[in-house]
């Protein structure tokens, strides 16, 4: 990681010069310290503003903000701004404040929105899937020229499907193909229940289509989307089982845990506590209490168990008892949640999206804005000879890093910096996150995150000459800290009985203790 290091490095080191900067007006001075026009008008903006056409406006807020400043002051003379607690904060919300830099916050809404509305919608699909041969399962490793006849079989099936085949009619033709699993009945899969490359293809399917073949870490997909069905929300059920005594029960023995469960739903209706009934006569070892966890369609619980569960309408209701594999259910609707917020579920996807491949997409519109920003080149022959080597080696191994490390093309020119493929190889070897099994796929995917890191570095050292809001924002950032410290060192820790006069003598000692100086030319001319 030396090379890397030492090119972050170097951004830091770019060279400039230094022009003189034009002397900005002031508009007041608080014990010897200038308050520049840029500041003043920065702060009168936050809030409700100020009115610069209101005279009265104007002048409530240069008092408000002169004794401000000289209770910063104050607080200056007693060192507080030299603590190492106030040090420590305020790097904090420097690194805070440079974070909020290095995204773009409508375009993450925007994209936490999308997948939100993903949420509302479960598609019912068919699948076909073709997989890598086993002795890649094990390696992990997938190289390109491992999954060419792979991919013309997956090809294949989805042509004759194209010119007129029924999907399940080719599905049906190569159930005796041990590298393919067919799945013929309909099964609903809600968000995330794929990879994301199967997610982003099945979501913007239409009833009826189906998909070409999608490549993931597992093999090659082709989904039809049988319908599309409203998110009925989550259900929460207790329930009483009647388990069949055996895994292959018997005619008899089903016939006697149906009329188990038969008995325990007649009592059920008949109003006895449901609680006693889970208590007297449940089966089941694992949800003693009867309460199952919340469920969602497609949650990967039994699928008759599941349907009845959402066909109960109102709290309280009870299910006639449901046959799945381990015995009788008898269901009662403990609650019901039709619809998922927005409001209260944008943090937990914003999270979710963090840890999975939904990261990078996260990014995507803030390092596009900042390769624009800094004149990012990419060299796509540079790249197509690091694709040729991953044919042969996967990127992490040691062959296809002992011959990368020797290339030395440019992949990437930013500002005035060139990242070889060399740098990327390192990089890659060394900084991998992604989960990609598929050897190109493992490329890009690390690429992003290499592309990412290089802009996000390049702008971090950029900030503070590109953004004047930025020191602005950490001036009043100072300004708070000192005055919340010191104002609860003169005013807060007293009784609120205390509080207005400890205030008003503070403030005469203030116009006593320090000079004022307001520019009162300087602020009639501001015109905002």
């Known amino acids: 990681m030396k090379k890397i290091c030492l090119l972050f490095v170097l951004v830091g080191l770019i060279a400039t010069v230094e022009a003189k900067e034009k002397k900005e ?31 009265k406006s104007v002048e409530e807020f240069v008092e408000l903000y002169k004794i401000l400043k000289l209770k910063v002051a104050d607080a200056e003379s007693m060192s507080i701004h030299k603590l190492p607690k106030f040090d420590a904060e305020m790097e904090n919300l420097s690194l805070q404040l440079k974070a909020s830099y290095l995204t773009d916050k409508s375009e993450e809404d925007a994209l936490l929105y999308s997948i939100y509305e993903r949420t509302k919608i479960i598609p019912a699909i068919k699948h076909i899937y073709f997989t890598y041969p086993e002795v890649l399962n094990r390696t992990g490793m997938i190289l390109t020229r491992d999954t060419a006849a792979l991919y013309e079989k997956a090809i294949a099936a989805y042509t004759r499907i194209k010119n007129g085949e029924s999907f399940e009619e080719t599905g049906e033709s ?26 982003d293809c099945i979501f913007t399917m239409q009833p009826g289509e189906v998909s070409m073949p999608v490549r993931t870490n597992f093999g090659f997909h082709i989904i039809k989307v049988d319908r599309i069905i409203p998110n009925p929300g989550k259900v929460r059920v207790t329930h009483v089982l009647s388990a069949f005594p055996s895994n292959e029960p018997t005619d008899d023995e089903l016939e006697e845990t149906r009329n188990r469960a038969e008995k325990i739903y007649a009592k059920a209706i008949a109003g006895e506590d449901f609680m006693e009934l889970v208590a007297a006569f449940s089966d089941d070892t694992i949800y003693n209490r009867g309460m199952l966890p919340e469920l969602e369609l497609g949650s990967g619980i039994l699928a008759p168990l599941e349907r009845a569960a959402f066909a109960l309408e109102n709290i309280g209701d009870i299910s006639k008892p449901v046959q799945t594999s381990h015995g009788f259910h008898v269901l009662k609707l403990v609650d019901r949640k039709p619809e998922i917020l927005f409001e209260d579920h944008a943090s ?34 540079a790249y197509a000879e690091l694709q ?111 509080q207005e006069q400890l205030e008003a003598e503070w403030i005469k000692e203030l116009h006593e203790k320090y000079p004022v100086t307001v520019n009162r030319k300087v602020i009639r001319k501001i015109k905002i």
């Open 25 to 55: 007006p002031v508009v007041m001075t608080i014990a010897g310290k200038d308050v520049p026009l840029s500041e003043f008008i920065f702060m009168a903006r936050q809030g409700n503003g100020v009115d610069f056409k209101n005279k």
């Open 174 to 199: 190569l159930k005796n193909d041990s590298s393919v699993f067919y799945w013929e009945h309909e099964q609903v899969f809600p968000l995330e229940q794929f990879p994301k490359l199967l997610d």
């Open 348 to 381: 937990i996807i914003y999270d979710r999206m963090k840890r999975t491949e939904y990261a990078l997409d996260m990014f995507r519109v803030f390092v596009d804005k900042t390769k624009d920003r800094h004149g990012y080149v990419f060299y796509p022959e």
């Open 388 to 498: 040729q080597l991953a044919d042969e080696y996967f990127p992490i191994d040691s062959m296809f890093v002992d011959k990368g490390i020797e290339m030395e093309k440019i992949l990437i020119r930013i500002d005035t910096f060139n990242f070889t493929q060399a740098h990327f190889v390192e990089y890659m070897y060394r900084q991998h996150r992604t989960t990609q099994r598929y050897s190109l796929d493992f490329m890009m995917d690390v690429f992003r995150y290499f592309e990412h890191e290089i802009v996000t570095e390049i702008e971090k050292r950029s900030i503070e000459s590109d953004y004047p809001e930025y020191h602005l924002t950490m001036q009043s950032y100072y300004d708070g800290t000192l005055l919340f410290e010191i104002s609860n060192k003169r005013v807060w820790s007293h009784s609120q009985e205390e």
